[in-house]
């Protein structure tokens, strides 16, 4: 013989379908309008209104189309942030600055050339953090690397009370126990600089994972430190400062409290190179936890395609 229900858990499951018919800002996995998003392709995602589409999807779209289009892509950025917004106002607030300042005349603009500039904190509420840069096969530095040291030598040696980071992970092909934080700290004692003031980040391959893997170090084991100041080849700069500056943002237990301020820089000047915005987009979206989609357009991998066009 069959029960019949019990009336009580008839009505439960009529709550339950109500409470998963409102539920808003859905995720990339969830379903909406009565097929899995995961099949759905990106300019169908476009499509939907807000509270069915995830954060991260707004994000990949805002930052995909500034990192190829620039300020031509200003009417479009305002409208997903918009739209962002309404989906969660947190993270609204937090990409509406991450992009004032992506989008900001400044950024990289400032140089200051061999050494920090005078005027910074010369107490350990200050750290140089030395950006990384891929090691030989045998586990040797470039000169390149060895370049973006000597200049922050001379900015530890100006800020004696300062602490420095070394930040990069193992990266040579013929050596697995070398990584490129290991080797810059060895080379800072080797001139002089005190151990005690030297912080290893050895984990990291990536410049987005640079500022990850650093914040987490330092606001957890150096509290005492407040301020940044980014050391790198000229044109890193302006993506190690976008990156450190948007970690801190996102990581904030609330817009307008970050944890740690980047205050300055000093670079190498060197004779060629250059990174692109497509590539800071792609550093973005991994800083948001899409690890993926940063590869894809790390090795051009990636289908803008695939997005809704601009206009």
């Known amino acids: ?162 602490y420095i980071v070394c930040t990069g992970g193992g990266t040579a092909s013929e050596n697995e126990a070398a990584s490129e934080a290991g080797e810059m700290a060895k080379w800072l004692e080797q001139q002089g600089i005190d151990k005690k003031r030297i912080i290893i980040e050895d984990n990291s391959i990536t410049t987005a994972q640079n500022a990850i893997f650093t914040y987490d170090i330092l606001t957890s084991k150096y509290t005492s430190v407040k301020k940044l100041a980014i050391v790198s080849s000229d044109y890193h700069i302006a993506t190690g400062e976008l990156l450190f500056r948007a970690v801190s943002i996102l990581r904030a237990s609330e817009v307008g409290s970050e944890k740690l301020e980047v205050v300055s820089n000093a670079a190498w000047k060197a004779p060629s190179g250059s990174l692109s915005a497509m590539f800071q987009a792609g550093a973005l979206i991994e800083l948001s936890g899409d690890v993926k989609t940063a590869f894809d357009i790390y090795y051009d991998n990636y289908d803008i395609h695939s997005l809704p066009p601009l206009k």
């Open 1 to 162: 013989m069959k029960r019949k229900p019990h009336i009580h858990f008839i009505s439960f499951l009529l709550a339950l379908c109500l409470c998963v018919q409102l539920t808003g800002c859905a995720s990339s996995s969830s379903k909406g309008s009565g097929e899995s998003s995961a099949a759905a392709s990106s300019a169908d995602l476009s499509h939907t209104s807000s509270d069915q589409r995830g954060v991260d999807k707004i994000v990949e779209e805002m930052v995909v189309d500034y990192g190829s289009y620039g300020s031509e892509a200003k009417d479009k950025i305002d409208t997903l942030l918009g739209e962002l917004s309404a989906c969660d106002t947190s993270a609204g607030k937090r990409w509406k600055n991450i992009m004032d300042i992506w989008t900001s005349d400044d950024l990289g603009k400032h140089l200051n050339y061999d050494v920090l500039p005078d005027g910074l904190p010369d107490t350990d509420e200050l750290c140089i953090v030395v950006l990384g840069f891929q090691l030989n096969p045998d586990g040797t530095m470039k000169d390149e690397l060895i370049q973006r040291l000597t200049v922050a030598l001379n900015s530890a040696k100006k800020y004696p009370k300062a």
